[in-house]
């Protein structure tokens, strides 16, 4: 299986990748800025990310044009609400979070490297997900929605949200505000555990948990190492982006 030794390539290509990080350094993915106040607020989407999961009825689940286009809405609420949060801080999310620039050694190569050598780690720990779980588990309510034939109009919503919007807002909010903020207060090992299991909580689907947690160790680590929180974004979009054309072009794949 072509998979495994390159899941134990990319382990070895990551655990370099740690080992190379200096013990809790904050000058590359600063945490120092974050106060008291950062922390409440970020306990507070924490809690109602936890109240989603909690809350979630995954079998009720279904995607239509109108949830498309008013998630994509509460996708760019978000950001500019956590936005103007910090501003009034007196916070710059350009400069805290590494934005000000993409340039490709420094920032756009890392995220080549890093989904190259996450993207097997992943595809071997969906399968001993499919393992632990069933075959049942790798199912959710996209999947149903794209093969159910969509019109052009939800197709490009779709993509428009998976590939595009997504990754950028869930790397705003779990790596850049949430991390930040756990890093701050826990020390940094802690805050990438405990970042990594809401992320993957919060995408419901109980064969997800595992890849999902792998991944955004992977993204975090990633966003560690260049201090550029474009390096995750683009890892992040290209690992949806390959989901989205699978779903599309051989829904067969994916059970």
């Known amino acids: 299986m072509f998979w495994i030794p390159a899941a134990v390539a ?3 290509v990551w655990w370099k990748i740690a080992a190379g990080l200096s013990p809790e350094r904050d000058e590359v993915v600063p945490s120092l800025p974050f106060r008291v106040g950062d922390g409440i607020f970020a306990a507070i989407l924490a809690a109602y990310y936890i109240f989603s999961i909690v809350a979630a009825e995954p079998d009720s689940q279904v995607v239509t044009t109108e949830l498309l286009g008013s998630a994509i809405v509460m996708y760019g609420l978000m950001v500019l609400f956590v936005t103007a949060f910090l501003v009034l801080r007196g916070l710059s999310p350009v400069n805290l979070f590494g934005l ?3 340039t490709w050694k420094p920032v756009v190569m890392p995220a080549v490297v890093g989904i190259a050598s996450i993207f097997p780690i992943v595809i071997v720990a969906t399968y001993v997900s499919k ?17 159910s034939g969509p019109g052009p109009t939800a197709l490009i919503l779709a993509g428009i949200l998976v590939v595009l919007v997504a990754p950028f807002v869930e790397e705003f909010l779990f790596r850049g505000l949430l991390y930040g903020v756990a890093k701050r207060f826990g020390g940094r090992t802690p805050a990438i555990i405990a970042t990594s299991v809401l992320f993957a909580a919060v995408h419901i ?13 992977g993204l ?9 929180l474009w390096t995750p974004v683009l890892m992040h979009m290209a690992f949806n982006g390959s989901q989205f054309a699978i779903l599309l072009l051989f829904p067969q794949w994916i059970q």
């Not at 689907?205 to 160790?217: E, R």
């Not at 975090?220 to 550029?228: D, M, P, V």
């Open 10 to 12: 990319g382990i070895y």
């Open 100 to 102: 000000r620039q993409i």
């Open 131 to 147: 393992l632990l779980l069933g075959e049942e588990s790798g199912g959710d309510a996209t999947v149903a929605f794209l093969r």
């Open 205 to 217: 689907t109980p064969g997800s948990l595992l890849p999902l947690f792998v991944l955004s160790i």
């Open 220 to 228: 975090t680590l990633a966003y560690e190492r260049t201090g550029s």
